[in-house]
């Protein structure tokens, strides 16, 4: 079993950064894939960007790639998610989920565990 905290949401000015922090508990978060969804009022949950356990693997959606980098740290069983250059459509809750298989994947449903949802806002 896996719980999940995230924290770091806020509210901040289109071209800001936050930095997302999500705890995991649980012996087994070094061996789990780690992902980040997003959640905008009124629209499906969606990929964000995901991690392998080992780090080395990392996945993003288009509409994040080359201002978001996902990361972790095993020995604190946290995995990250820094925001650069925020774009008022990147406002949206934030989770953070586990999956016990160690691919890569994008779709919600293949996650095992998820927290209870940061709030990210961005002003225009």
């Known amino acids: 079993q896996v719980q999940l905290v995230e924290s770091g949401g806020g509210l901040v000015q289109a071209g800001g950064s936050l930095r997302l922090s999500c705890a995991a508990s649980?012996?087994?978060?070094?061996?789990?894939?780690m992902g980040w969804f997003r959640q905008a009022p009124g629209k499906e949950r969606e990929f964000v960007a995901a991690?392998?356990?080992?780090?080395?693997?990392?996945a993003y959606a288009d509409s994040v790639k080359g201002r978001f980098t996902i990361s972790r740290d095993n020995a604190k069983n946290t995995v990250y998610l820094q925001m650069n250059s925020l774009k008022p459509e990147d406002t949206a809750v934030y989770y953070c989920?586990?999956?016990?298989?160690?691919?890569?994947?994008?779709?919600?449903?293949?996650?095992?565990?998820w927290g209870q949802g940061t709030q990210v806002t961005v002003s225009s």
């Open positions: 649980g012996h087994t978060f070094s061996t789990y894939t």
């Open positions: 989920a586990a999956d016990r298989l160690m691919v890569l994947r994008t779709i919600p449903q293949s996650y095992d565990y």
């Open positions: 991690i392998r356990w080992s780090g080395g693997s990392t």
